[in-house]
């Protein structure tokens, strides 16, 4: 049940200690992971992973996503173009009605992800298709009722402008959250939940863990964006969402709170973020 192979060196880690509280990856693309969605998502299950939000990035995927949504009642779909598909021209206006029908079957609960991507994406062409589409897709969300899901790399400042230009949806989730303490807090003043991956269990990342302790406990999510940033101490090997326990850990630990209490912090913030019953 894959589109395609999105495989990383080595083999699976060993699944981890479940947690007591069951928590959400708010963030995964198992249709580029090349595995067995029922064994994925049983794997999930035994570690307390209750709940796997599959994202597309293209039409192709994000009609899977929506797709396997319908089919299992552990996933629930985002669906957009990913802005690095916008700069290549993807974001035609039938393309983005077509995303806008995605959006509004009842088995989809966000779009995304989309935003800005000044890392892969260069030139003022690109960056202008960007940003256009990132634009229209704020607006699918408005009229969809679904939940924002951002991409942004490199390119803090750019996006947050675009959001406060064109006013942001209710639910905003800044997926792999890759600000600074600074963009934690203006994130948090707009209401904005941020979703920590792998990266925040990373030992140079210093500056992402002061992120992630002045991210209030209310607007945090985590994910794994598998099949990437596969957490520490599993760094470069395969990820999947039944390696969510390991960054939970790590963020449980950054912030000194108990990790039940942070479990049941993070279930239902992804309650409140996608409006899961």
């Known amino acids: ?45 035994a570690v307390g992973i209750g709940t796997v939000v599959q994202v597309g990035i293209d039409l192709p995927s994000s009609r899977w996503s929506a797709d396997l949504a319908a089919r299992y009642d552990q996933v629930h779909a985002a669906v957009a173009l990913h802005p690095n598909e916008a700069g290549r021209g993807a974001a035609t ?19 995304g992800e989309t935003g800005l991507d000044h890392y892969r994406t260069e030139g003022e062409e690109g960056r202008r298709r960007q940003e256009e589409s990132f634009r229209a897709h704020i607006a699918i ?96 090997r395969p990820n999947a969402p039944y390696l969510v326990p390991l960054t939970v850990r790590s963020l449980a630990e950054t912030k000194g709170l108990d990790l039940d209490e942070l479990c049941g912090a993070i279930a239902a913030n992804g309650g409140r973020a996608f409006r899961l019953r």
């Open 1 to 45: 049940m894959s589109r395609g192979s999105g495989a990383r060196e080595g083999q699976p880690p060993p699944p981890p200690e479940p947690l007591a509280v069951e928590v959400l990856d708010s963030h995964a693309h198992l249709d580029i992971m090349g595995v067995d969605v029922d064994q994925t998502l049983a794997a999930a299950k």
């Open 93 to 111: 206006d039938e393309a983005l009605r077509e995303i806008e029908s995605l959006a509004a079957l009842p088995q989809v609960v966000a779009v």
């Open 141 to 236: 969300a408005k009229r969809t009722g679904a939940a924002l899901v951002i991409h942004d790399r490199d390119a803090h400042d750019d996006v947050l402008r675009v959001l406060l230009e064109e006013g942001a949806p209710d639910r905003v989730v800044f997926h792999c959250f890759s600000g600074d303490a600074a963009m934690a807090r203006t994130c948090a003043a707009h209401g904005f939940f941020m979703s920590f991956a792998g990266p925040v269990t990373f030992k140079p990342n210093d500056v992402l863990r002061e992120a992630a302790q002045a991210a209030p406990v209310d607007l945090l999510l985590v994910e794994t964006d598998a099949p990437f940033l596969t957490p520490m101490p599993y760094r470069g």
